[in-house]
């Protein structure tokens, strides 16, 4: 049976439906490899094998048709969503010993979709830092070398990905967080549109730069999970219909982009040289299925300013009353972040919404012309995880610890949907990411793109993994 974690996320769903497996099945096998990898990764620090086991016997009393889109299949969920019953931290010693009563609406619609919630993944605290370390649970380690991040915020789901304790796994991304960590891991990571995946509202109505999104070892698997999480809600007035087409479907038509755009860097960061030509050599083979492919970008020139405002405004709305009761449990990051909203003008503010709408307008022209706009997904290789952030690249250093990730929060701003897709390894034999954009509300067509890609790359088989020793 532990075979059945090389499977992808889709075959292990046809034997569940075809009565090959069961869910009950499916968690033995998690069980017995997340005790035979997690303590070295801290991955999944919360498991919840109990519920998920009562959650799968009430499933398998339904008739097979009637189990949901994922018919049965184990979900971690990222330690930032509620999830009733199970102890939810948010990394913060604030929320150590939460337990929500209540999940979260996308948490609901996975389990409607027959997911089996089984562990939550290890996130930085409140999701802050493009690395996943907290105080309550300490560092997530990079399985391709365990003295590397495995990025942020959602690090712990990329590394069950990419080991073999998950086949889908929930993220959520604000400024990369679901891109960055599936970069960094050789996974598929996918950041949708704003209202494409339904969530619980907190603290501001139309709060959007932060979306959960998807994330799988291949991008099938990517849009089985954006399938399953999809939909419109009530409880969520940004949340969009659900289409009448699958993105599994999408990624499957075999639609190959016409024009692609290629940066290295969208005008606006430096960009590690390896990672730039490693990612340059990549989209360059869209060449082969007849695609022109161009260097060019939309105008970002407003992201460090823009994001900087928007950002620190939404730790404000969200976490200031944590700041007046709690301030010496908050980690230093969120504090300057919350007290940097704080100190906002008006001013200040409609500008930074002014360059939003600006940045998106040009985004929305530009797709026009291009099918995909490809980047790197980050800009340098995994960092030492002792690092809290990346403080300098290519010889240029960076004002504030949300720089370096501009080439992601760009793409945010635009609102537009993006990709992280495996393209390749650096000299040191660690992953490389690239970041595939679409335009707004095309999901659909950058599956189908990326699956083109990948399939022209031959990556499928780069995960799972046994952590590797430290080098």
């Keep these: 049976m532990q075979e059945l974690i090389r499977d992808t996320a889709c075959a292990v769903v046809e034997k569940l439906r ?44 339904r008739p097979a048709s009637e189990r949901g889109l994922l018919a049965g299949m184990p979900v971690p969920i990222k330690d930032l969503t509620d999830v009733v019953g199970v102890r939810n931290t948010y990394g913060s010693r604030i929320f150590a010993n939460n337990v929500p009563a209540r999940s979260d609406i996308l948490v609901e619609r996975l389990e409607e979709n027959g997911a089996v919630i089984y562990a939550r993944s290890n996130t930085p605290e409140f999701g802050a830092g493009a690395n996943t370390v907290n105080e309550i649970f300490g560092p997530t380690l990079n399985p391709w070398n365990p003295l590397r991040s495995a990025a942020g915020s959602s690090g712990g789901a990329a590394v069950a990905l990419a080991t073999g304790m998950a086949w889908l796994a929930h993220g959520s991304d604000m400024g990369g967080s679901l891109r960055n960590p599936a970069s960094f ?58 289409l009448t087409k699958s993105f599994l479907s999408a990624a499957r038509s075999g639609i190959n982009p016409k024009r692609v755009a290629y940066s290295p860097d969208f005008g606006i960061t430096p960009v590690d040289p390896q990672v730039a030509a490693i990612t340059r050599i990549a989209a360059a083979r869209f060449a ?55 100190k906002l003008t008006v001013e200040q503010i409609e500008r930074a919404e002014a360059q939003r709408v600006a940045m998106a307008a040009r985004a929305v022209d530009f797709f026009k012309k291009y099918d995909l706009l490809l980047s790197p997904a980050t800009i340098v290789e995994p960092f030492a995880v002792q690092d809290r952030f990346v403080t300098e690249c290519d010889g240029k250093r960076f004002k504030h610890y949300v720089d370096w990730v501009a080439i992601a929060s760009a793409i945010t ?22 970041q595939m954009v679409a335009a707004p509300r095309a999901e659909g067509q950058l599956l189908a793109g990326a699956k083109m890609l990948e399939d022209i790359l031959g990556v499928r088989e780069n995960t799972p993994i046994d952590p590797r020793a430290p080098t």
């Excluded at 069961?22 to 519920?51: G, Y």
């Excluded at 999104?213 to 399953?228: S, T």
């Excluded at 695609?291 to 994001?307: L, N």
């Excluded at 537009?416 to 897709?421: F, H, K, T, W």
Aim: glycine content about 6%; proline content about 7%; overall charge negative.
């Design 18 to 61: 075809n009565g090959e497996v069961t869910p009950l099945d499916l968690l033995d096998v998690l069980e017995a490899r997340i005790a035979e990898v997690d303590d070295k990764l801290n991955a999944l620090p919360i498991l919840c094998f109990d519920r998920a086991r009562k959650n799968a016997q009430a499933l398998m009393r």
């Design 185 to 242: 891991c050789s996974v598929v990571g996918l950041r949708p549109s704003i209202g494409r995946v339904a969530h619980t509202p907190k603290f501001k109505i139309d709060r959007n730069l932060g979306m959960p999104g998807p994330m799988a070892r291949n991008v099938e698997d990517v849009a089985l999970m954006l399938d399953a999480m999809s939909g419109e809600h009530p409880g969520d007035p940004l949340s969009l219909p659900k």
């Design 288 to 342: 082969e299925v007849g695609a022109i492919v161009e260097e060019a970008h939309p105008d970002f020139r407003e992201t460090h300013e823009c994001f900087h405002v928007l950002r620190a405004f939404d730790f404000a709305v969200s976490k200031a009353a944590l700041l007046r009761s709690n301030r010496d449990l908050l980690k230093a990051d969120v504090i300057w972040n919350i007290e940097e909203g704080l």
């Design 413 to 434: 701003l635009a609102c537009c949907p993006a990709l992280s897709l495996p393209c390749g390894f650096t000299s040191s034999g660690l992953p490389v990411g690239l």
